[in-house]
């Protein structure tokens, strides 16, 4: 095969919420929104959380079908390989306790022989957060006398009323002002002209 096995995973983990490995179990995607930690400045980008459930063994043929596709074999040898992978997989977990897959995380047997899976969290998984890292940010801290006086400039700026400005204002309000006035109190008048 030109790639391994878990490789083909990671690759479903990008595009997919569920990626069952047969005989072994599936992997749940759940996506996490952006975080910002206000008191660190750290601020993190979205990703896909994912968890391991060793009771999802059932094929559902989006591995197999993918194999088949990527390495151009049939999917009764796709299915032999991976069905090798697991075996394989599984003997490392019970010979050393411990075992990795590539990019996707650690497995290893607890004392009550129940398989835990911790997240490599150096992938993140999820397509629309691709290219962005953690990135931390400095808080910029300021006097409350800068604030007050930046304050003030921009209300002097909004504010700002000159005598030009008042009297174009009245150039234009003041008839206005006239016409209405006008046409209310000649109603009675524009009202006999309309009807004749």
């Excluded at 390989?81 to 075996?87: P, R, S, T």
């Excluded at 209310?184 to 004749?196: A, H, L, V």
């Amino acid at each position: 095969m030109k790639n391994s096995i878990d490789y083909y995973i990671s690759q479903l983990l990008y595009k997919n919420e569920c990626v069952i490995v047969m005989n072994f179990g599936g992997f749940i995607c759940s996506n996490i929104s952006a975080n910002l930690n206000q008191n660190t400045g750290a601020l993190t980008p979205p990703k896909k959380s994912i968890l391991f459930n060793s009771q999802l063994k059932e094929n559902d043929g989006l591995l197999i079908n993918y194999i088949a596709q990527s390495e151009k074999i049939s999917q009764k040898d796709a299915k032999i390989n991976l069905l090798n992978f697991v075996d394989q997989s599984l003997q490392n977990l019970n010979k050393f306790k411990s075992f990795r897959f590539e990019k996707i995380g650690l497995f290893t047997l607890n004392a009550d022989g129940n398989i835990i899976f911790t997240q490599d969290l150096k992938a993140n998984y999820n397509l629309d957060a691709f290219g962005f890292q953690d990135m931390i940010f400095n808080k910029i801290k300021r006097d409350s006398s800068e604030i007050i006086e930046e304050s003030l400039r921009l209300i002097k700026k909004k504010n700002n009323f000159t005598t030009k400005r008042l009297l174009k204002a009245a150039a234009i309000i003041i008839p206005l002002i006239g016409i209405s006035f006008l046409s209310i109190t000649q109603e009675d008048r524009i009202n006999n002209i309309y009807t004749q």
